[in-house]
């Protein structure tokens, strides 16, 4: 991945996340992760990847997050400088890491 490509993924990483934390809907003790921004080669797209923590609750919050599309692509316009930004599609992450990560909480309580 080039540099310029690497930096404009950052970017979009710590702003998406600060724009779900302002506007995203949460529940009391519910997390909401930027996980990963993949950005194709053009950058004319980024799948933003959105770990959600706990699982039960996860589809409801997502579908939510995912009608934030447009507005979060206008939010990132208005804190950037590029003339062109990419599409923004969020995608819901469920990797090996949340079953871990809930396993490893559920220890933390217990103790």
Partial sequence: MPHQQERFA???RREIAGFLQQNAPRGENIFISVTRVITKERSDKADVLISIFPDKNANAIFHDIKRMEKSARKYIASRSRRQFIPLIKFVLYGGDKTADLENL???????
Avoid: A
């Fill in 10 to 12: 950052s970017f979009l």
């Fill in 105 to 111: 909480l559920e220890k933390v309580k217990n103790e």
